[in-house]
């Protein structure tokens, strides 16, 4: 790594990204608890098991922990013996750690809930419903004891409100079901083509889709220790004829195998002829490696993620060498990658922690999502557009596209716009590409529906494969709009804001 890395020091002690996509996905499904490893009432060092602690001991016990998958495995503990009182405490804790991930406030407002505690369980599904969440405790028999108020029915109307379908997105073209196994990801698009560039994580080959016809433009991979592999993103630099490619050996892949198992790269080919330039593996004694995102900057420099390890890496466009970016312990989950025009800003998500910017002239992390305003957990891919930041997000509820406008120095969020939540044909949507004044993006990633080698569970089958399309400032003037209205009425009646 060059000198010029940010790195970024942290006290939370992080657990590996499959433990956390797993545990978030229970959740969302309603079974959270069975996920816990069990406990270990008698921990080495001589620290009393917190089931057995006073109550000011517990409670200075947890409002000092860190570890996020110790205090998960204490809740389950606590809920499975039906203490209630502890088992709040823990969530709310792990609420403040994660202020991103709604499953925990979700669990802290059960866990009030389960104490008859109405006051504390609305303000919890208050704060989740103007936060746009769709969280139903009417189907939730620990929600039993706060029913039968007006405020808990106003609530969940409202809250079964954010889980209608909202958008304008159609249909712009579809992978046929017999093709969709091949599990096209990634989403690119070449202007001089006019064409989109989809890479499969199945065999490693990328196809072009124009006119809707799906035509072959790099074959399928041989699955040795060269790659590349399982498709994993996507990146067109159109001035200079290049297709960027990131690539991991995913269990998906299939020519997965002991040889290749964990190693990544991203891979250089000329977009126009589908020629590989140049491959850029990463070191095979430091697997495991996971590349998922990159990206490509003015200058034609790539920027691409290394999960596993927390890193985001560079490709000098002159020097054709990785470099560092930033080191992180905490980020093992960084899911887009994204720059500005000037080259200046790079942004990117982490799947537990939010959506950044870092300021790459000043070396600087910037924090660009306020929790008590936008949730900004589960997302998967970031694009920048129009001074602001296009994000898929599929690991909340609902399944959704926002918008957020930047400041003009690029540092700040200013607003939120929705532009598409909660659509009937979303199934984990994925990966998306600004062309003109429209957004295409993947719908239905389907990966629900593997187990871990990427094949079907049994009673599922694939469907098409469908990309939608949407205006990328979807009803945005008409909420300013309505926004400009309200505060004019709030003036004249003399009303704070």
């Given at each position: 790594m060059s000198p010029s890395?940010?790195?970024?020091?942290?006290?939370?002690?992080?657990k590996t990204l499959s433990f956390t996509l797993t545990l978030i996905a229970f959740l969302l499904a309603g079974n959270a608890w069975?996920?816990?490893?069990?406990?270990?009432?008698?921990?080495?060092?001589?620290?009393?098991?917190?089931l057995a602690q006073?109550?000011?001991?517990?409670?200075?016990?947890?409002?000092?922990?860190?570890?996020?998958?110790?205090?998960?495995?204490?809740?389950?503990?606590?809920?499975?013996?039906?203490?209630?009182?502890?088992?709040?405490?823990?969530?709310?804790?792990?609420?403040?750690?994660?202020?991103?991930?709604?499953?925990?406030?979700?669990?802290?407002?059960?866990?009030?809930?389960?104490?008859?505690?109405?006051?504390a369980a609305y303000d919890q599904l208050i704060r989740l419903q103007k936060l746009g969440l769709a969280y139903d405790p009417s189907t939730d028999k620990d929600f039993a004891a706060v029913r039968g108020t007006p405020v808990y029915d106003y609530i969940v109307e409202n809250l079964q409100a954010n889980?209608?379908?909202?958008?304008?997105?159609?249909?712009?073209?579809?992978?046929?079901?017999?093709?969709?196994?091949?599990?096209?990801?990634?989403?690119?698009?070449?202007?001089?083509d006019q064409s989109f560039l989809l890479g499969s994580v199945r065999d490693g080959s990328v196809i072009r889709v124009k006119d809707g016809q799906r035509q072959e433009f790099i074959p399928a991979t041989g699955g040795d220790t060269n790659g590349p592999w399982s498709i994993t993103d996507l990146a067109v630099d159109a001035k200079r004829n290049?297709?960027?490619?990131?690539?991991?050996?995913?269990?998906?892949?299939?020519?997965?195998?002991?040889?290749?198992?964990?190693?990544?790269?991203?891979?250089?080919?000329?977009l126009d002829s589908g020629k590989?330039?140049?491959?850029?593996?990463l070191p095979p004694k430091a697997r495991p490696h996971l590349i998922t995102s990159l990206t490509v900057a003015p200058d034609g420099a790539v920027y691409f993620n290394n999960n596993i390890r927390g890193h985001i890496l560079r490709i000098d466009p002159k020097l054709k060498k990785i470099g560092g970016v930033l080191e992180s312990p905490i980020f093992r989950s960084i899911n887009g990658l994204t720059t500005d025009e000037t080259g200046k800003f790079l942004y990117f998500s982490d799947f537990e922690f939010g959506l950044f910017g870092i300021d790459l002239e000043k070396k600087q992390l910037l924090d660009l999502a306020n929790p008590?305003?936008?949730?900004?957990?589960?997302?998967?891919?970031?694009?920048?557009?129009?001074?602001?930041?296009?994000?898929?997000?599929?690991?909340?509820?609902?399944?959704r596209v926002m918008r957020i406008q930047l400041s003009q120095d690029k540092r700040r969020p200013l607003k939120v716009y929705p532009i598409e939540s909660a659509n009937p044909a979303f199934d984990l949507p994925s990966h998306g590409v600004v062309v003109g004044d429209k957004l295409y993006y993947s719908a239905n990633s389907q990966w629900r529906k593997m187990d871990g080698r990427g094949l079907l569970k049994d009673g599922e089958q694939w469907d098409d494969q469908i990309i939608l399309v949407t205006d990328k400032h979807y009803k945005e003037q008409a909420r300013d709009q309505r926004e400009t209205e309200i505060e004019n009425y709030k003036k004249k009646l003399g009303l704070k804001k």
């Open positions: 890395v940010l790195y970024l020091i942290n006290p939370i002690r992080h069975g996920q816990f490893l069990p406990a270990d009432k008698n921990p080495a060092g001589g620290s009393k098991d917190p006073t109550d000011s001991a517990f409670y200075y016990t947890v409002k000092n922990n860190h570890n996020v998958p110790e205090l998960l495995n204490m809740g389950g503990r606590f809920y499975q013996e039906k203490n209630w009182p502890k088992f709040t405490t823990v969530m709310e804790r792990v609420s403040e750690l994660r202020p991103h991930q709604p499953e925990y406030q979700w669990l802290a407002a059960k866990g009030h809930a389960l104490q008859d505690h109405k006051s889980g209608k379908p909202f958008g304008g997105s159609q249909t712009a073209f579809t992978i046929d079901d017999a093709w969709t196994g091949l599990l096209y990801e990634s989403l690119a698009y070449d202007p001089k290049r297709l960027w490619v990131a690539s991991t050996s995913l269990p998906q892949y299939s020519h997965y195998s002991p040889a290749n198992q964990g190693m990544a790269g991203v891979f250089e080919y000329e590989l330039v140049k491959s850029y593996v008590a305003k936008f949730i900004a957990g589960g997302i998967d891919d970031v694009i920048y557009d129009d001074n602001g930041l296009i994000v898929i997000q599929n690991g909340i509820k609902p399944q």
